[in-house]
């Protein structure tokens, strides 16, 4: 990914800022600038997402690419959010553990790293909302 | 009067313990166990580095009490393992708490005290009355050299303040430091782990300049050591402290609180923050918290505070994960798959 690429996306990636349509309530994450529903009628606003949620559904990845292949076998899951959006993202926890519905909250956590002379990307993953 | 507005603490959920690093060594556990008093250590997840332990702090202190991170005006994050050479830790926890674009940013490192640095360049930019908030973190993911003394004992983990003049949960009476150029311990530029001086840290090195510093805060202050109820100090492994503080004259009654080596091991610049952490977690209005931290190179910062009515009411301690709940959530690696964790096998 580029620099620049990846610079753009920070405050999706960093803090879940999605955006609200405040004509029909819904809440869109990675934010969009139309609203799909209400088209010219939405009104579309930024919306920090809370970064709780529960796992819609999920995986265990055991064949991972490079980037990632140090952390596997790992659980990648849709995450509806208590907004209404849903994410594809890392749940942080044993495979054993995980389980549709399971209820979950955000982290900040590394991405990857661009090998170790290149850009290291943060941004958001889930661990069990155990509290 | 400036002191602590709120904070938050970091502490991974994985650990090794003394006994899995001497297995694979083919050292005497008992005997280091008994030589540091440490039993094991906390470790970061793969995903997990400085700047993310940072964060996840910064985070937890903004939870715990509403303050408009627009007002915070500059961060610093101390820590001898950012996870760049060059780009500094601090923005990515501005960005990340929403105090970016307007505030100053830096890293320090100073060994094991660059949060307690922090802390003082914050409480210096909040009296100046150059700006409302100012954040100072101590965190680290701390390296020993597989084998090395320092690899029983190098931890992960970090605790973030809000300094400011507002209700402070807590009043930061006095600060000052004592330093002086002593090389116990040491990192050159592009080597992965750290080299330091054996016992030469010990007398001229964590006892020369704690106590410099701590009687420097006594005196300053007029007061004795039984004046307060808590103390922390710098805890590289849970004798010095200890020692230290009998060499003082504070009891183990007094430093017991802070002292979380034995469960935790040696968080560097995290360490002096997360004991405090750990002690304010339990704090009463007017309890009195001594504290001194250590930098091996070598300088110590010594701080006086008193907590307020604040704490029982300005703030929301539950919305933050405590110290002890952090330290009770634990999983233990074997050796192999920490060596793993740490980045030590080079593919």
Redesign the interface.
């Known amino acids: 990914m580029t620099v620049a690429r990846f610079w753009r996306a920070?405050p999706q990636r960093?803090?879940m800022v999605g955006t609200k349509c405040e004509t029909c309530g819904r809440v869109f994450f990675p934010p969009r600038s139309v609203c799909p529903h209400c088209r010219r009628n939405g009104k579309i606003v930024e919306h920090k997402c809370s970064g709780k949620g529960k796992v819609m559904t999920f995986s265990i990845v055991h064949s991972a690419s490079d980037q990632y292949a140090?952390?596997k076998p790992y659980v990648l899951a849709i995450i509806e959010l208590e907004e209404g959006a849903r994410m594809t993202t890392q749940v942080?926890c044993e495979p054993d553990e995980v389980y549709i519905g399971m209820p979950v909250k955000s982290?900040?956590?590394?991405?990857d790293r661009e090998g170790s002379d290149g850009v290291?990307h943060?941004g958001t993953?889930f661990v069990p909302d155990v509290a | 009067m400036v002191g602590i507005i709120t904070y938050g603490a970091y502490i991974p959920r994985y650990r090794i313990k003394v006994e899995e690093i001497a297995r694979v060594w083919g050292a005497n556990a008992a005997e280091i166990k008994g030589g540091l008093g440490v039993s094991e250590k906390a470790v970061p997840d793969y995903d997990e580095n400085t700047a993310t332990i940072a964060v996840e702090a910064a985070r937890s202190a903004l939870a715990r009490r509403a303050v408009d991170p627009a007002e915070i005006k500059a961060v610093y994050v101390g820590s001898e393992s950012h996870p760049y050479a060059v780009k500094p830790t601090a923005v990515t926890v501005g960005e990340a708490i929403g105090a970016t674009p307007v505030m100053t940013a830096a890293d320090y490192e100073f060994a094991c005290k660059a949060g307690t640095a922090g802390i003082q360049t914050a409480m210096g930019l909040v009296s100046s009355g150059m700006m409302k908030y100012a954040v100072a973190i101590g965190a680290d993911t701390a390296q020993g050299a597989p084998g090395d003394a320092l690899e029983y004992t190098a931890a992960a983990g970090g605790a973030a303040y809000v300094i400011g003049n507002d209700d402070p949960i807590a009043v930061i009476n006095h600060t000052c430091s004592f330093s002086t150029d002593t090389p116990d311990f040491w990192r050159r530029e592009g080597e992965d782990y750290p080299r330091h001086g054996g016992r030469f840290s010990g007398e001229p090195g964590y006892f020369k300049h704690v106590t410099g510093a701590a009687h420097m805060m006594l005196e300053h202050m007029g007061t004795k050591p039984a004046d307060y109820d808590y103390a922390v100090f710098h805890q590289p492994n849970a004798k010095f402290p200890q020692k230290g503080a009998a060499m003082l004259g504070f009891t183990h009654d007094q430093i017991k609180t802070g002292l979380l080596a034995p469960r935790l091991g040696n968080t560097y610049s995290g360490a002096v923050p997360l004991g405090l952490a750990a002690v304010l977690d339990v704090a009463k209005p007017g309890d009195r918290i001594f504290i001194t931290s250590y930098g091996s190179g070598s300088g110590s910062d010594a701080f006086d505070l008193t907590v307020t009515d604040a704490i029982l009411d300005k703030i929301d301690r539950s919305k933050g994960p405590s110290v002890e709940a952090m330290l009770a959530c634990a999983t233990y690696l074997d050796y192999a798959v920490y060596a793993r964790h740490k980045g030590k096998i080079k593919v």
């Open positions: 920070i960093y803090n140090d952390m942080i982290v900040f956590r590394v991405l290291i943060y993953k």
